[in-house]
Structure formats: C-alpha cells, structure tokens
C-alpha cells in the first residue's frame, strides 16, 4: 500500500554477499552491513555522478508525510553498456520496495541500496543470487 | 528480505573474499586488466599496425577505468556481474604485482598517517583530478605524426593531455604553473614511445596508499605496441622524498566499445565517514 512503510532489520550474516562489493568502495566506512532497511516509494530523482550514482526514494508514511530518501549505489562506470540509466530509472513512476543499509553516522533517511524491486518482479540488486538462478536454488 | 542466509556452500568463498578485500594495505586490487584481454583473445600475437611515418600505431581505446563492476541484464532485471560475480569474479582478481615506492626514512610517518586516514585525506577520492602518474594508462590514445592526445574517463571526471612528438622540449617558462597532469613531451626510441612528465603539482599521491610526492617528482612513461596490446610502463623519480625511481607496468589490451564520457564527480561521502576502512580504486 502506498500509504505505509515498513522497517526491518536484517541478520547480520545475511550481508555477507554484498560485502566484496561495498568493501571495495569503503561502504563500512560509512554504511552498516549489519542493517537492513526495506521500504516503499517512488524514485523521485536520480544523480548519475561519480564516484557512486544517488537514487532518491520518495516515502509515504501513514500520516501522509513525505520522507525523500538519499540511496548511494554503484560508480556511474559500472553501468557503461547496461541500458539501465538515468532515464530508465526515472521513467519508471510505479511504487519500488527498495532495501538499503543505513548511515553508520546516524544521518537520516540515507543508505546504501541493495535492491530496487518493481511489482512487475523485476529487479535492480547488489546481490549476486539475483543474477545466478543457481545461488538462489541453494539457499533454499 | 532481500538476503537470505546462503548456504555454506556459496557463502564460503564469498566470505572468504569479504575477508580478504576488508584487509587494508595489502588487499589485492581489483582491476580489469585481465577482463579486457579475454575479450580480445590472441591480441598480443596480432599484427602490429604502423602509421605512415612507420611507427606503430597506438590509436584506440586500451581500458576502460572502473571496470571492475559492471551491470547485466538478466531478463527483465539488472544485475552487478564483473568482479562482484561467483562466475567472473577471479579475472579482476588477478594480481598485478605492483611494487611500493620505497620513501626515505623521514617520510615514512607521514605515508603511514595519509594512508592510515586515507578514505579521509585522498585527493582523489574525493573528486580531485589523480594527476600523473596515478591517472594510469591512457584510456584512449590518438594519434598523428606530431602529437599524441591521451584521454581518460577517471571517475574525478574527464581528463586529457596534449604529448607533442615534434622534438620540443619542455617549456622553461618559470612562471607556468605546476598542473594535475604536468607538461608532456613524447619522442620515439624505436618503436617504443616516450613520455617525459614534468611540472607536476604535489597537491597528488602516487596511488592510493599515502603515497605523496614533492614538486621535484619526474614521470617517464614507456608504450610498447605489440599486435593488440600496448606494454605500458611508468617510473616515478622523485629525488625528495624516494629513495629509487618507482615502476608499475600494465597491459592494455585494445578494446571493441567506444570510450564513455564520464559523469561529473560530485563528493557526497565525505561528511559520513565513521570509521576509515580504506577505499582503494587502483587504475
């Protein structure tokens, strides 16, 4: 529902495979591995600049109230020849449930994203088993 | 969620890949040097082309910086392969050996200090232009009987220098500035191309450990074309602070896609570092 959020906190190991990533770029620096944020909304806008690309989430509380998430993601070079852009981020006006980890700093509203879902099922995500069938089959 | 507890089986060899890139200083870099050779099987045993005047020719784009991830469609979805995937992950793995500059004694310290705060005190993660030598390999070079252009796509943004190869030598005007990228000069020693860099700012590091210089640093920078790749090899000399000329050698491997220019660099992290897990972006 658009009109709710929800905030769930992950296990710990669960991060594991994000970290080969994230360690590469200082994510533990800045973000915690040990959380994970999943909430809903709508990308509001995108900024496609090195040295990581932002992906802002606008969010919808039960009162109504907008919060517009700041979510870093991957260098602008990673996407070099993937057809996913700026564009094609922004053109995409349906509710996205996203996953994020959190500011170590305790900043506010802003994360790392670890997955972008659509309701049609597909996926932007970090995570390795998204892209090899044969990982998710195994964690079952 | 989003990440489910994996089995022991997958999970191993990941963890145990966090583990080693979670290392400081001595992590292995990612880089995709290797990637790029296995997209152009046999180049080294190619032919060499030459221009008119007889030289090889160096046009074409060698890398592609920040290779390392890289975004797959798989259906519908977007995904992280590159380094970042079980299948691939191993080719941008591949070590590339590089020696440490060897500093003198009085300068150790202060390495250590810009090195052990590096995700805070490096220029170039924080959007300053790397400079020469830490710019890395020409992405793509063109070139013509009397210069050289040499163009980047670093994450700090777009970058290019200017090597004539008409015999001049370099500008003695005292009231030129040092830059990022110096004042190049270029000339054939055989079929190897020479680049003599001088007039560099010591507002740069090396490379991404610390590694600060002096205003005396002097780079040499030696392309060997040999069918599709180029042997690239750069020395640094700086008489202040090192104690012998440092080298790294890559090799490029001409590359099918067109270089991509690349966005703006725009620093949003340096207000939320808590801790200083390093931050390596070898090139």
Not at chain 1, 1 to 11: D, H, Q
Not at chain 2, 22 to 33: D, E, F, G, I, R
Not at chain 2, 41 to 56: C, F, Y
Not at chain 2, 160 to 179: K, Y
Request: charged share 20%.
């Amino acid at each position: 529902m658009r009109g709710t959020s929800r905030l769930a906190w992950a296990a710990p190991a669960a991060l594991l495979y994000a970290l080969p990533l994230l360690a590469h770029h200082s994510f533990a620096a800045e973000f915690d591995a040990t959380k994970t944020v999943t909430l809903r909304g709508v990308v509001s806008k995108v900024d496609w600049i090195n040295p990581h690309i932002f992906i802002y989430v606008d969010v919808k509380d039960d009162a109504g109230k907008t919060t517009t998430w700041a979510l870093q993601s991957l260098p602008p070079l990673f996407f070099r020849g993937s057809g996913l852009t700026k564009d094609v981020l922004l053109s995409n006006k349906q509710e996205v449930t996203f996953t994020a980890n959190p500011a170590k700093d305790g900043s506010q509203a802003y994360g790392f994203l670890t997955k972008l879902g659509y309701p049609d099922g597909h996926v932007f995500s970090m995570s390795p088993q998204d892209a090899d069938p044969s990982l998710r089959k195994a964690q079952k | 969620m989003a990440f489910a507890i994996a089995s022991r089986r997958t999970l191993a060899p990941t963890a145990l890949a966090a583990a080693i890139l979670m290392a400081p200083v001595s992590a292995p870099a990612q880089t995709n040097y290797a990637a790029e050779a296995a997209k152009n099987p046999g180049a080294a045993s190619k032919p060499t082309p030459r221009m008119a005047d007889g030289h090889p020719d160096l046009n074409g784009v060698w890398h592609h910086f920040f290779g390392i991830g890289t975004i797959e469609k798989v259906g519908e979805s977007f995904v992280v392969g590159g380094a970042f995937s079980p299948k691939s992950g191993a080719l941008y793995n591949a070590p590339l050996n590089d020696a440490k500059p060897e500093y003198k004694p009085e300068f150790a310290a202060k390495v250590k200090s810009l090195n052990d705060s590096q995700v805070r005190e490096d220029p170039a993660l924080h959007c300053q232009p790397p400079g020469v030598p830490r710019l890395g390999p020409p992405h793509q070079i063109v070139q013509t009987p009397k210069q050289a252009i040499f163009l980047y796509a670093d994450s700090t943004g777009n970058q290019w220098r200017v090597i004539p190869l008409d015999g001049r030598f370099h500008g003695t005007d005292p009231e030129l500035a040092a830059t990022y990228n110096g004042d190049s000069v270029g000339h054939w020693e055989g079929d190897t191309l020479v680049v003599d860099v001088t007039r560099l700012t010591d507002e740069t590091w090396l490379g991404d450990n610390g590694l600060l210089h002096s205003r005396k640093l002097h780079v040499t920078e030696r392309l060997r074309r040999a069918g599709d790749t180029i042997q690239y090899q750069v020395t640094a000399e700086d008489p202040e602070v090192l104690q012998k000329p440092w080298t790294l050698s890559r090799t490029l491997t001409l590359q099918p896609d067109a270089l991509e220019e690349a966005a703006p660099c725009v620093d949003k992290d340096a207000g939320h570092y808590v801790t200083l897990e390093h931050h390596d972006n070898t090139r």
